[in-house]
């Protein structure tokens, strides 16, 4: 496509439930990350993926969270049994690996833990 | 330790005039890179501008330029003529070596009419 799609844009869940969110880069990006912003606040680094290994997954901030890419395209943010502190944007973002590399972003899933 | 300090949290500034975001850094790395992006009420972030540590000439995409202060490790976002547009949160981020992007908390710019 021609940007970064993610979905849903919004998801409302009761606490306690899984949710899965989805990003799909802009075709050829090797690089995709994802992040976590909370209400006004900067970005929270989750994991990072080249092509479909994840060298980096520092920023998962427990074992509730996990993420896979399939196929140098497609990611997918799991969050089991989820709790009130998770709800945030969670944005995705996509580069070509390069030395000047520009991140573009996806528009965000806004979650909510009821 | 903050790696990427953005000092001011809020500015108001008057349309047309210019203003300067500040953005601090600390990295021991001598290869790095240095962003700034946009983040308008809509919430997407935006790509503005891109420095190297090793590009010797500051970086300038439109009315967007970045005084880079190197060894005084300052990357400082200049908006020359200011529009209503402009009103936003802009991040600084800053990738090292490790190509992980570590990001400031941000300012809130608004531009009044």
């Known amino acids: 496509g021609a940007g970064v799609s993610q979905s849903p844009s919004n998801k409302v869940t009761e606490k306690g439930k899984d949710v899965e969110l989805r990003c799909d880069p802009i075709?050829?990006?090797?690089?995709l990350y994802w992040y976590r912003q909370r209400l006004g606040q900067g970005l929270e680094f989750l994991i990072y993926?080249?092509?479909?290994?994840?060298?980096?997954k520092s920023g998962l901030p427990s074992d509730r969270f996990s993420a896979e890419r399939t196929g140098e395209s497609v990611s997918t943010l799991t969050i089991q049994r989820t709790q009130q502190e998770d709800s945030a944007v969670y944005l995705c973002?996509?580069?070509?690996?390069?030395?000047?590399?520009?991140?573009?972003f996806g528009s965000g899933t806004q979650l909510s833990v009821l | 330790a903050q790696k990427i300090t953005q000092t001011q949290p809020g500015m108001f500034v008057q349309e047309k005039e210019a203003v300067t975001l500040d953005c601090t850094y600390d990295t021991s790395d001598q290869s790095y890179g240095l962003f700034w992006y946009k983040q308008p009420s809509s919430g997407e972030m935006i790509f503005l501008i891109y420095q190297g540590s090793y590009d010797e000439q500051n970086a300038t995409e439109g009315r967007y330029s970045l005084n880079f202060q190197k060894a005084r490790k300052s990357a400082n976002l200049v908006i020359s003529a200011s529009q209503l547009g402009d009103s936003a949160m802009y991040f600084c981020a800053m990738r090292e070596v490790n190509y992980q992007l570590i990001w400031g908390a941000g300012t809130k710019l608004i531009i009044k009419p």
């Open positions: 075709s050829g990006h090797t690089a």
């Open positions: 993926f080249q092509g479909n290994s994840a060298p980096d």
């Open positions: 973002a996509s580069s070509l690996w390069g030395s000047k590399e520009k991140l573009f």
